[in-house]
Every structure is written in C-alpha cells, then in structure tokens.
C-alpha cells in the first residue's frame, strides 16, 4: 500500500473514529471551540466554493474552522486594497503582486500604518524558529528571505521557491536544425544573429512558407520574448547600478543601444514579423511552426520522447516538429538570461490584530509538510483519495468520474499551494521526468539539466539581480509611467529604422537627465540605505 493510501485511510479512520466517539451536537460543539482563521484567497478563474470538502478536509486535518473567501484575480487588488483602506482585513491574506512586486505601494503602506504583522521574530529564533527548523523552509538561500524582507522586517511568508532564472531559455525548432545543417549551435550573440537569419532563410525556402527568426510580436521591448537578449548586452536586469553605484534602467544603460542594433539587423534581415508592432500573436508563433527560434522559460520545450504524448507544438501542427534549447549563448556583458524579479511563487501575509494563539495556529496550518504529514504532497496536488481521484491497479490516478470532478473543482483541487506551503519547484522532474509515455528522452533530460546547472553557475559568479527588489520610491510610484510612456514606442521606430541613433540618445538624455529621474535614483539609493 502506498504512503498516501495509509496516510488517507488513517485520517478517514480517525475522522469515523471521532464520529463514533460522540454524538453529532458534541461533533459541532467541538467545532465551534475551534479556532477560526479568516482568508483571502485569489481564484485564477475556477470558481471555488465555500465548505468545500476539500476545506473541511483541511479543517477537520488541522482541528480548525477555515473562513475563506476565494475573489477572482480581475478584483483581487481592488477588494484588498480596499480592505487594507478600511482596516477590515481577514486574519490571512494571499499578496498578489503589483507591477511584478509583492510589495506594492498600497501594501507598503499598510504595513507602515501597523496592519501586517512583522513574522521575523516567528521564522527566526536562534535555530528554533520555524523558517530554521520547517523541512522546506530551511533549505531556502537567505536571498529567498532578503526578498521577503521590507524595511527590515518580513510581513510577506513565502509559499515555495519558483524555478530559478525563468525566462532564460532559447527554444529552438531542432527538426528544422537537423533538416538544413544547422546542428551546430551558436555560442555568442553574434554568432545567435546569423545562425538565426540564415536558417530562418533556408526554411522559408525549404518549407514553401515564410518561416520566422524569433517568436516576436508587440511593442514592449521589456517583454520576456526578448529581455534576456538585452541583459547579454547591459549586464543589468531591469534596474541595475551602474559603475558609480547609481540606479540605471536597463533601457537608459548605454549598452541597450546594441540590443536594439541585435534586433534591427534581424528586422532588416526580413526575419522578424514586419509589423510586429500591431501585436499579431498569430504571425510568428513558435508552437505554431512559424520561427525558429522562441525565447521564453528554460523548461518550457518539455517534449515526450515520442514527440506526441506530450506535443508542446500545437496540436494540428505535423508529428514531425521537434523542440530543442540552446546551451545559454554568450554576450558582449553576461549570459542570455532573465533573473526573476522574485523567487517567492507565491505568498501569503498575516493581520497585525492576530493575537499569539491564532497566530501559531496560522504557522501550524499553513506550513505543512510531507515530513510532518505523510502523504501530504499527494493531497495538495492531488485531494483527497476517494473524494477527488481513484487509484487504478496499475497506481495511475484516475479523475474521470463526474462527481469527483465536480468536487476537484469547487475544491479548488490543486491551488491551495497558493497560500499553503509547497515544496519548491522542480521542473526538470515536474515536466521532463514525468512517469509513463509523457516523459522526455534522456538526452532532453540531460540537457535541461546542462542549462539549469549554467545558467545558475553565472548568476552565482555574476551576482546578477534586480537591484530595487522592495525599494519603495514615491516618484517612481507617481512618475514612472508618464516618464516612460514613449521608451517602447521609440524602440520599435528605431529597430525599424525611423529613429536614428543620435535621435535615440538624445532622447533618452531627456529622460535620464530629467528631475523625475534624478528623484527615483536618489529614492531608490535612500531606500538601500546608501
């Protein structure tokens, strides 16, 4: 019998057990003696339904009363927001970043104002405390724990370590590698911009169709289809310092001009979508079959050996069709890679107004483990043996009868990990060394693991990082949209040749010498405590 069998007979043994022990008024007296912890929650879209019987699951588990209120992504800021202006908030809240930061301004000045609570003395407490002795906790780098630090405290608990260094991939179509001579992979950025023409040529010929460079569309030259080519270039990711110790964007680095350069020789090259600017995602997708190449997170080329179980090209696309990554290519000034703004996944933040009771009952409930669980893993992916799945003679897992679908889903099977402590990523394992005919061939196994063992032994020697992570600027909160309103515009004029080099400096210079530049420099720098 497996872990998880024991672990969900014995806890159904033990809820029929209680049953059996006292009559149902004593059953609901002694619920109502439980302690009572309110969420907020975000729903991506499926529709939870409170006293779910993945709830009570989890409340009769940890003997407490779960009041959760799961809000739809569209209105999560605004309903929090608005609860943190009131001072109405529940006892736990999941922080769903703003403008890719947890710690956004509204949520800042709550936490000024005395709403959240300071967790720091619970996780750490010379070796005993909860981020020191929890088996998932304790194997995080305290640069996990720098990023879930604001102005000296920790207001934010993080709720698993994401993947490392993302959007640092450089998918490739290898059938089309293999099909044309071009098996031999570029090592430089330079080297990355020919091979990319040329075999971006020779399949539009070959294949009778026009067959694209990169996987490029829009007018945000800071969108992940490309960023990690411009920090290869400016060594910085989207703030960095530069060689005097001042905060730098990365579009206003000196250097940027030559990604710009990079990316205008492919326009002019005719291998980038020519009106890339009015965002057809359609025209040069990459699962599609319409480019080469496709810059986007390292893992994201997870193919079955089979090239069909698990397809990853759409799925009218032929059998034929091929993913493969690059080794990460060099530049003039770092590797091509985008560092995360965060490595916290997701997380969740405590009410001030808790007093210590509810507050350890919280850490109890919401940093579980397999270690001080068995079988807990299993439930938080999976739910409940009997309830959400069965298990078939062979140990696959069968979720196809209707009534346990429906309860995955108003359960909200599978998202709890949102505010409940997970174990962190693995991508390698989660996608390429699936069980069964969805597992990858050994050599891609093998090669995400090259990539992922590179690309963090140069952030590692390189120190690479968003310099600003939770710096607060108030100009920068007030200003910084106007300020750079015209930035991706402009890069898009000059990549199609009708902003000239002298024109783009000299536009920049506007910015940077600008008083409101000046101010979010000196803000950030004070705000480091420089």
Wanted: proline share 2%.
């Amino acid at each position: 019998m497996s872990k998880i069998k024991r672990f969900s007979a014995a806890a159904l043994a033990g809820l029929m057990a209680m049953s059996a022990f006292s009559t149902l008024a004593m059953a609901e007296e002694s619920k109502d003696d439980r302690i009572t912890i309110s969420v907020l929650g975000v729903d991506w879209g499926y529709g939870p339904s409170a006293n779910s019987d993945m709830e009570i699951w989890w409340e009769d588990l940890y003997d407490v009363n779960l009041d959760i209120e799961w809000v739809n992504y569209n209105d999560y800021h605004q309903k929090i927001n608005t609860m943190m202006a009131a001072d109405t908030l529940p006892d736990v809240v999941q922080i769903y970043k703003m403008n890719n930061n947890y710690y956004y301004p509204i949520f800042t000045q709550a936490i000024d104002n005395g709403l959240f609570l300071d967790m720091t003395d619970y996780l750490f407490a010379d070796g005993e405390g909860i981020a020191e002795t929890n088996a998932v906790m304790k194997n995080w780098e305290d640069t996990m724990w720098e990023q879930a630090t604001y102005n000296g405290g920790i207001y934010i608990l993080p709720r698993s370590k994401a993947e490392v260094f993302q959007q640092s991939g450089i998918t490739v179509r290898r059938d089309l590698m293999k099909k044309y001579g071009f098996e031999e992979e570029p090592a430089t950025m330079d080297e990355l911009k020919t091979w990319l023409i040329d075999l971006s040529n020779a399949a539009t010929e070959g294949e009778g169709e026009k067959i694209y460079a990169l996987d490029f569309y829009g007018d945000n030259f800071m969108q992940d289809r490309v960023k990690a080519f411009a920090v290869a270039f400016t060594g910085q990711m989207d703030w960095g310092l530069d060689e005097n110790g001042e905060f730098q964007y990365m579009q206003f680095n000196e250097k940027y001009i030559d990604f710009l350069n990079w990316m205008k020789d492919l326009y002019d090259a005719e291998v980038l979508d020519p009106e890339f600017v009015l965002n057809n995602s359609e025209t040069s997708k990459w699962k599609a079959g319409r480019s080469v190449a496709y810059l986007t997170a390292w893992y994201n080329w997870n193919q079955s050996a089979d090239l069909t179980s698990n397809k990853i090209f759409d799925s009218n696309t032929p059998d034929t069709y091929e993913a493969w990554c690059l080794m990460p290519v060099e530049g003039p000034e770092a590797t091509v890679i985008s560092v995360n703004s965060s490595d916290i996944d997701s997380c969740v933040a405590i009410n001030a107004k808790c007093d210590e009771e509810k507050i350890a009952k919280i850490m109890e409930v919401f940093n579980g483990t397999e270690e001080a669980i068995p079988g807990y893993d299993m439930v938080m992916n999976n739910g409940v043996e009997g309830v959400h799945y069965k298990v078939l003679e062979d140990g696959t897992l069968d979720t196809s009868d209707e009534e346990m679908g429906r309860k995955r889903t108003e359960g909200y099977v599978g998202a709890w990990n949102q505010i409940f402590l997970k174990t962190d990523a693995d991508q390698i394992v989660g996608k390429f060394m699936r069980a069964g005919a969805k597992r990858a061939s050994d050599e891609n196994i093998q090669r995400a693991t090259d990539i992922k063992a590179e690309l963090s032994a140069f952030v590692a020697e390189s120190g690479l990082k968003h310099e600003n992570t939770n710096l607060v600027s108030e100009t920068y909160n007030a200003e910084w949209a106007n300020l750079t309103a015209d930035v991706n515009t402009n890069c898009a004029l000059y990549v199609q040749g009708e902003l000239s080099e002298d024109e783009w400096k000299e536009f920049v210079a506007g910015i940077v010498e600008s008083d409101e530049y000046k101010a979010i420099q000196a803000e950030l720098k004070a705000a480091k405590g420089e």
